[in-house]
Each structure stands twice: as structure tokens, then as C-alpha cells.
């Protein structure tokens, strides 16, 4: 049987992965049964040793799981060891911007005393649309790929 290297983790064996790097340190099967709440160490077993034949993962003497490479998965980043959906950082963007907009809108309205400006106020609702939809995209993500389990 041949091994692939290199390929994506997906569904529960991305979850038993981001666990892994999460981790930092060597894992057997019980302790990713535990954090990544799975149903058994035999089914943590058999991702460890699915992600160990993609070459993501090696076994030390211990026979424990640690990670051999820290590889990319679409649509997220690693920041550290967490693995966090691209479309949270984007969401994090427009809340910068809308951040600079009120201050803005305050500095204009209660500093100058001049009325809010309308064009600043419909770039407000629109960049107000977009941080929701790319935070809720986000955590829909975050929940499909079950990397909020990882947490211990």
C-alpha cells in the first residue's frame, strides 16, 4: 500500500491534527481521544496513524504522535499553533475599519459639532455587513472543520 504525501486533513482527521500541533509536545491515542472528543482511542489511533502515512505526523520510541510537518489547509492560517479560519482575520479587518469610522463620526459630530455625514454613515452599514458575514462565515468554518474542539 502506498502513502500519500503531503495531503490535506479533513473532517475528523483535521481535527485530531490541529490537536496534535496545538499540543506542542508527543500525544498517544487516549490523550487525542480526550481533546479532540472522540469515541474512542481506537478511532484517535486510526487518525494518528492516517495523518502519520500523509507525512504529517511521525511516532517517536515512545510510540507517541508528534508532528513531522506543519502544513498548509485551505482557507485557514496558523497563528502559533491555532488554526484559525481566513475569513476570522478578514472579519477582524472591516472591525478595524469600522473602528476608524467611528472615531471619525465621533471627532465629526461631538468635537466640530457638524452633523454625521450620510456618505460616512451608509460606509458604516455596508462595512458593518461585511464584518458580520465574514465573522459568521468564519465560525461556520471554524465549527465545520471541528478546530474548536481542540481547546484543553
Known amino acids: 500500500m502506498t502513502s500519500t504525501t503531503n495531503t490535506e486533513p479533513v473532517g475528523t482527521s483535521l481535527s485530531v491534527y490541529s490537536y496534535v500541533v496545538k499540543k ?14 472522540l469515541s474512542s482511542p481506537s478511532v484517535a489511533y486510526w487518525h494518528l496513524q492516517k495523518l502519520e502515512n500523509s507525512g ?5 520510541q515512545a510510540g507517541e504522535y508528534i508532528v ?10 496558523w497563528i502559533g499553533r491555532n488554526l484559525v479560519p481566513r475569513l476570522m482575520c478578514y472579519s477582524l479587518f472591516f472591525l478595524g475599519v469600522l473602528i476608524i ?3 471619525i463620526l465621533s471627532v465629526q459630530y461631538f468635537v466640530s459639532a457638524q452633523p454625521p455625514n450620510l456618505a460616512l454613515l451608509y460606509l458604516m452599514a455596508t462595512n458593518i455587513i461585511a464584518f458580520v458575514l465574514f465573522l459568521a462565515e ?5 465549527r465545520k472543520t471541528g478546530t474548536e474542539k481542540t481547546g484543553y
Open 68 to 77: 513531522k510537518e506543519k502544513t498548509s489547509i485551505s482557507g485557514h492560517i
Open 138 to 142: 468564519g465560525l461556520l468554518l471554524r
Open 24 to 37: 506542542g509536545e508527543p500525544v498517544g491515542p487516549r490523550e487525542v481521544m480526550r481533546g479532540a472528543n
Open 101 to 103: 469610522e467611528g472615531a
Open 56 to 60: 504529517l505526523l511521525e511516532k517517536n
